[in-house]
């Protein structure tokens, strides 16, 4: 469980940070497009994410699981223009997809 609470802690800072950041640069790292919208979905995930990962009764693996399908789900609909109320951008979509992978196999996989 130590890889769960640990994956869910780091990426819940991670998109916390990100959704704070991206209010001030955009796009975020001169990569990353963003919008109100997209930073508003970093700040609620990242602060699923972080829940999961500190709260000692929270059901972290079901957190990393389910939110790594979403954002896989957001990725791949993403290439195809769906999103573009997000303002996400090709790399967007990859991070996205990234971070859904690690988070779905963390979920699955890891003890």
Known sequence: MKTQRGWATIIGIVLLLVGLVGFWMNPVLGWFDVNNTHNVVHLLTGAIFL??????????????????????????????????????????NWLHLVIGVVSAGIGWFAK
């Open 51 to 92: 829940w999961a990962g500190l709260a000692k009764k929270a059901p972290v693996k079901p957190v990393n699981q389910w939110l790594g399908v979403i954002y896989i789900l957001v990725g791949i609909v993403g290439f195809f223009g769906v999103l573009t109320f997000l303002a996400v951008n090709a790399a967007d």
